[in-house]
């Protein structure tokens, strides 16, 4: 009996371990500026699209319609770095869907949770940032994702916080630098596209999508 339950703990510790290193695996979690698995970083481009449209049917007092022309198509966002275009086109649609549902029904938006902080430590997340670089993204996808996610964080903190909506007092916003690269090219341009990507997550995370 005894060596049966000492068997049995070695059998329980070798699947944990197994377990363990599943969910390490899936290191992509940790990379801040999107999701390099293709269907993931559908997800998250058509989650927000879907969300805005579901928003202003309702609001509009529309029917209920998701299947516009992004939604057909899949593929709005797009580069060819990121993977399998099909893949991408399954992860976006299945993202919208979502998206718009929980709009068009006043349910409570996921963006924390499919957008949140990954990681505690900022050097971590400037670290594992890196990965873009050595794969050859291109600066606009990952400057918006990244600046979407810190003014989504940003956003949050405030409302949480009872503070006034105001991103520029934010120094993610001022300095919109986060995640840049020199193989990106011009600052200015990542710049640009890092203000956008932060101005609609501020906005999404302070709750104004709730207007």
């Not at 709005?76 to 770095?81: N, P, T």
């Not at 993202?95 to 949140?116: P, T, V, W």
């Not at 405030?158 to 020199?182: A, E, I």
Request: glycine share 14%; proline share 1%; hydrophobic share 20%.
């Amino acid at each position: 009996m005894t060596k049966r339950l000492a068997m049995f703990g070695i059998a329980l510790t070798i699947l944990l371990a197994a377990l363990g290193s599943s969910v390490l695996v899936r290191s992509d979690d940790h990379y801040y500026g999107g999701s390099l698995q293709a269907r993931q970083h559908g997800y998250e481009h058509g989650y927000r699209d879907g969300f805005y449209n579901g928003r202003e049917d309702r609001d509009r007092r529309t029917k209920y319609d998701f299947h516009t022309d992004d939604y057909k198509r899949g593929d709005r966002g797009y580069e060819k770095y990121m993977g399998d275009k099909d893949d991408y086109k399954k992860g976006y649609r299945e993202g919208y869907q979502g998206g718009y549902d929980d709009a068009f029904y006043s349910r409570a938006a996921r963006f924390g949770q499919i957008y949140g902080r990954r990681e505690p430590d900022r050097y971590d997340r400037d670290r594992d940032d890196d990965v873009y670089e050595r794969r050859g993204w291109g600066y606009a996808d990952v400057a918006y994702d990244t600046g979407y996610r810190d003014g989504l964080e940003d956003g949050q903190k405030d409302l949480d916080h009872r503070k006034s909506f105001d991103p520029d007092d934010h120094g993610n916003y001022r300095d919109s630098d986060h995640g840049y690269r020199d193989s990106f090219g011009p600052k200015d341009s990542y710049r640009r596209e890092y203000r956008t990507g932060y101005l609609r997550g501020y906005e999404d995370g302070y709750g104004r999508w709730r207007r």
